[in-house]
Structures are given as structure tokens and as C-alpha cells.
């Protein structure tokens, strides 16, 4: 009999996501079953509160809000600094990404949304913030954590 998805156990799904407009952001599609080990916080929380329960062979249709995906744009996280922040890079141009440390050690990811000048103005929210997400999830598996993926807090 198949294990039902719960706390500290192995899921292994096979899935494709769509933002609303049905444009595919990402699928498993040729490849292996994406694996993780629920209630671990390894996938966004409206995608695994949605497996709780589920069993091998099932099939289901997710929609997840924003708040229980990659949150809602922060305006905060939208910045304008000046180029000379920017050192060692000749052109700053739009769409190009960088890493940053926060004052209090965070990291983020910045990206380029717009040039002005001397003004340079990045995002650091999640791409997929104020994205609505809808999956198509096959689940492949559920199995046992071994104590080392326990340990650890994700899959192998």
C-alpha cells in the first residue's frame, strides 16, 4: 500500500507550472521527478499544504496565491542606486543580476530593471513575487526519509 504524503517523508512529483496567463515557467517535463522532503519548507507552502495527504499514482491541479508562493512585490526591495555602486562593472545594463549582502549579512539577488543616467534602479524580490502559480502535479512516490536526508533537512 502507498504511503500517504505527510511530515518527513520522501515526495517524488513529477509537475508543470503556468503563471494565470497559462505560459509555462517551469516543468519536469524530460527529466527526473523533482524530490523532496515534506513539511521541510523545500517547496513553496501552498504547493505542499495542497500534497498533504495525497498518495502515489494521484493527480492534481494547483493554484497558488502569491502569498503562499514567493509573496507579494515588496516595493522595498525596489531600489535606485548610483553606477559607482555598481564597481568593476564597465556597462550596467538592464536585466543583468547581481548578489548582494544586506547591512545585517541577508543576501539577495538583484536584478536590473531600468537605467537613467547614473541612476540604476534593481528588484530584489523574487521573480515569481505577485505571480499567480498553477501546477499540474503527477506524484510519483512517497517513501521513508532515511535519517541522513532527516538530518540533513532536504531529499538526496
Not at 7 to 19: A, F, G, K, P, W
Not at 63 to 70: C, I, L
Amino acid at each position: 500500500m502507498s504511503l500517504p504524503i505527510g511530515e518527513n517523508r520522501v515526495v517524488s512529483i513529477h509537475y508543470t507550472l503556468t503563471d494565470g496567463d497559462g505560459k509555462v515557467l517551469d516543468s519536469s517535463e524530460g527529466a527526473e521527478p523533482l524530490a523532496y522532503l515534506h513539511g521541510r519548507g523545500n517547496i513553496i507552502p501552498g504547493l505542499e499544504n495542497s500534497l498533504d495527504g495525497k498518495s502515489a499514482g494521484e493527480t492534481l491541479h494547483v493554484k497558488v496565491e502569491p502569498s503562499e508562493g514567493y509573496g507579494e512585490v515588496n516595493p522595498d526591495m525596489i531600489q535606485v542606486f548610483a553606477k559607482d555602486v555598481f564597481q568593476g562593472v564597465d556597462e550596467v545594463e538592464v536585466g543583468m543580476t547581481f548578489d548582494a549582502e544586506g547591512p545585517d549579512g541577508s543576501r539577495y539577488h538583484l536584478l536590473v530593471t531600468k537605467v537613467e543616467g547614473d541612476d540604476i534602479t534593481v528588484d530584489g524580490n523574487h521573480p515569481l513575487a505577485g505571480v499567480e502559480l498553477n501546477f499540474d502535479v503527477q506524484i510519483v512516490d512517497v517513501r521513508e526519509a532515511t535519517p541522513e536526508e532527516l538530518a540533513h533537512g532536504h531529499a538526496h
